[in-house]
C-alpha cells in the first residue's frame, strides 16, 4: 500500500507549538500537546481520504514562503500529491478567515500550474483544509466554508461543530452574503431578467494590500464558478478598472478561462 506525508513550515509548528493545551477546547478533544495535535490531523486525513494513507506530518519546504499555512502531501518519492490549508488556533478577523490562510496560496497554485491547463479549477491537485482554529464558527465563516467547497476544496475539521454543505445556486449565494452584510452585496449583483453577474471589488474596492484581495478571492472565486454552473454570462469592467493588479489579474484569468474570453 503506498505511503504519503504531510509536509508543514517552520513557521506554523512555531504556532503550534506555543498554544495553551491545557485549556478546553482542547482538552475537550482529549489533545495535551502539539504531538497530540499533529497525530489527531493524520487520524483525521486518513480518516478523511484512507488512500492518503499519511504516516507521519514533518517539517520541511513548502514552496510558498509568503504563505506559513500552505503545507503538502508528498507520497513516497517525494513527489506532491496533494495541497493542505492550515486555518491555524488563536483570533482571526472574520474576513481573513479561510480567505488569508488558503486563497493566497490557491492564488498562487492557480498562477503557477493552471492558468493555462484545460481544467476550469483553480488548482491542479486535490486541495484539503484543515481547519485547527478553537473559536465557533460564525455565519460569516459558515460562508466562507460553503463557497470553499462549492469550488472542490475538501474541507476537514478538528471540533466537532456545524459544517456547511456546498452552494449550488448563486441566487442563494447571493442572499448569504446579504445577511452577512444588512442586505447589500458589495461582490458582485445579478441581473436576472438578462441572466448577467456584474462583479464588483467589494465595500473597500480592493483599498488593503493584504486583506482586501484575500476576501476578494475568497468571495468572488466561488462567485464565478456558480454563475458558469448556472448559465450566467458576466460583466468584469468594475474588476478590470481595479488597480490593485496582482489579485485582478488572477480573477479577470480566471474568468476568461472559465469563459473562454
Known amino acids: 500500500m503506498r505511503i504519503s506525508k504531510i509536509i508543514i513550515s517552520d513557521r506554523l509548528i512555531e504556532k503550534l507549538n506555543s498554544i495553551d493545551y491545557s485549556i478546553q477546547p482542547w482538552n475537550d478533544l482529549g489533545i495535551n500537546s502539539q504531538t497530540d495535535l ?28 509568503r504563505n506559513m499555512h500552505t503545507a503538502l502531501v508528498v507520497n513516497e518519492f517525494n513527489n506532491t500529491i496533494a495541497y493542505v490549508f492550515f486555518i491555524s488556533p488563536g483570533n482571526i478577523a472574520r474576513n481573513m478567515f479561510l480567505s488569508q490562510q488558503v486563497f493566497s496560496g490557491l492564488q498562487n497554485i492557480f498562477n503557477s500550474n493552471c492558468i493555462n491547463s484545460n481544467s476550469n479549477d483553480v488548482y491542479n491537485k486535490p486541495v ?75 465595500s473597500n474596492n480592493l483599498q488593503n494590500a493584504t486583506s482586501d484581495r484575500y476576501e476578494f478571492l475568497a468571495r468572488q472565486i466561488p462567485a464565478l464558478a456558480l454563475a458558469c454552473d448556472n448559465g450566467y454570462s458576466i460583466d468584469i469592467m468594475s474588476v478590470e478598472e481595479n488597480a490593485n493588479s496582482e489579485t485582478v489579474s488572477s480573477f479577470i484569468n480566471y474568468a476568461k478561462k472559465l469563459y473562454n474570453l
Open 38 to 65: 499533529l497525530e489527531s490531523v493524520k487520524k483525521l486525513v486518513n480518516s478523511y481520504n484512507k488512500k492518503l494513507n499519511i504516516i507521519s506530518i514533518d517539517v520541511g519546504e513548502t514552496n510558498d514562503a
Open 128 to 202: 484539503y483544509i484543515i481547519n485547527l482554529n478553537d473559536d465557533n464558527n460564525q455565519n460569516s465563516k459558515l460562508v466562507s466554508i460553503k463557497g470553499a467547497r462549492s469550488i472542490g476544496l475538501h474541507y476537514i475539521d478538528l471540533f466537532p461543530r456545524e459544517t456547511s454543505k456546498v452552494y449550488t445556486d448563486i441566487i442563494e449565494y447571493d442572499a448569504e452574503l446579504r445577511n452577512l452584510a444588512t442586505g447589500s452585496n458589495n461582490w458582485f449583483t445579478i441581473d436576472i431578467e438578462n441572466r448577467v453577474i456584474n462583479f464588483l471589488t467589494g
